[in-house]
């Protein structure tokens, strides 16, 4: 629903607008990478002038700290629907089922993956503590609903294992859609030089293969 008001004057319009602004910056985040948004274009897209947008979130980071937890909420929801409810598959059945359904929903959600490889180096340098701990806090109940969901269909890892698979999810495919998202110089140098390309990296392969072999050494590891 459009906005209808110029000020926001509630808690709802407030929060109205704070949607706006998210979703805006999701729009943007599907047009242009992380690096590619600034705060004066979200500003003028919104329709608003950038210090009425600092009235909501406290810099550029932090509208994309916000996105990126949005963001891991909607691809949890969709990664539990997808894993469903895998009954008595065998174990390796099962952990490939995790890795594939793990793999077909990030690679449907770019903004997130972009997000990801954006967050460490990127995102947490430009905020306030009260921003950096509500951020964290949500971050680390992410990993416990990720671990939860890896857990119910491979029971086999335990809690503790399936938190180290939970958290490096998040990292390595972080890393990973990073170095799958070449330059354009760096794409003309692979086409120049074939054999500069063997270390060019596709996000689906790559990651699938890591989280494929971290899974199956979690799995062989005897638990205490």
């Given at each position: 629903?459009p906005?209808?008001f110029?000020?926001?004057?509630?808690?709802?319009q407030?929060e109205?607008?704070?949607a706006?602004i998210?979703?805006?910056?999701?729009?943007?985040l599907?047009?242009?990478?992380v690096?590619?948004?600034?705060?004066?274009?979200?500003a003028?897209?919104?329709?608003?002038?950038?210090?009425?947008v600092?009235?909501?979130?406290?810099?550029?980071?932090?509208?994309?700290l916000?996105?990126?937890t949005s963001?891991?909420?909607?691809?949890l929801?969709?990664?539990?629907?997808?894993l469903?409810?895998?009954g008595d598959?065998?174990v390796?059945?099962r952990?490939m089922?995790?890795v594939?359904?793990?793999?077909d929903?990030?690679k449907?959600?770019?903004?997130?993956c972009?997000?990801?490889?954006?967050q460490?180096g990127?995102?947490?340098?430009n905020?306030?503590?009260d921003?950096?701990?509500?951020?964290k806090?949500?971050m680390i109940?992410?990993?416990?609903?990720?671990?939860?969901i890896v857990?119910?269909?491979?029971?086999?890892?335990?809690t503790?294992a399936?938190?180290?698979?939970a958290?490096t999810v998040?990292?390595?495919?972080g890393?990973?859609?990073?170095h799958a998202?070449p330059?354009?110089?760096?794409k003309t140098?692979?086409a120049?030089e074939?054999?500069?390309?063997s270390?060019?990296?596709?996000?689906?392969?790559?990651?699938s293969?890591m989280?494929d072999?971290?899974?199956?050494?979690l799995l062989s590891?005897?638990?205490a």
């Amino acid at each position: 629903m459009p906005e209808t008001f110029q000020r926001a004057r509630s808690d709802e319009q407030r929060e109205i607008r704070r949607a706006a602004i998210l979703s805006t910056a999701s729009a943007m985040l599907r047009e242009a990478p992380v690096a590619d948004l600034t705060l004066n274009e979200l500003a003028r897209r919104v329709g608003l002038a950038k210090s009425n947008v600092l009235r909501y979130f406290e810099s550029r980071e932090a509208v994309l700290l916000d996105l990126l937890t949005s963001e891991l909420d909607q691809w949890l929801k969709a990664l539990g629907d997808d894993l469903g409810r895998l009954g008595d598959a065998g174990v390796d059945r099962r952990r490939m089922r995790v890795v594939s359904a793990l793999l077909d929903t990030l690679k449907q959600r770019p903004v997130l993956c972009d997000l990801l490889s954006a967050q460490a180096g990127v995102l947490e340098r430009n905020v306030s503590a009260d921003v950096a701990a509500k951020y964290k806090r949500a971050m680390i109940s992410d990993v416990e609903e990720l671990a939860g969901i890896v857990r119910d269909r491979l029971p086999e890892l335990g809690t503790v294992a399936a938190h180290q698979f939970a958290a490096t999810v998040l990292i390595m495919s972080g890393a990973v859609w990073t170095h799958a998202q070449p330059s354009d110089a760096m794409k003309t140098a692979y086409a120049r030089e074939p054999e500069l390309a063997s270390l060019a990296m596709d996000f689906g392969q790559t990651l699938s293969g890591m989280l494929d072999v971290f899974l199956k050494g979690l799995l062989s590891t005897p638990r205490a």
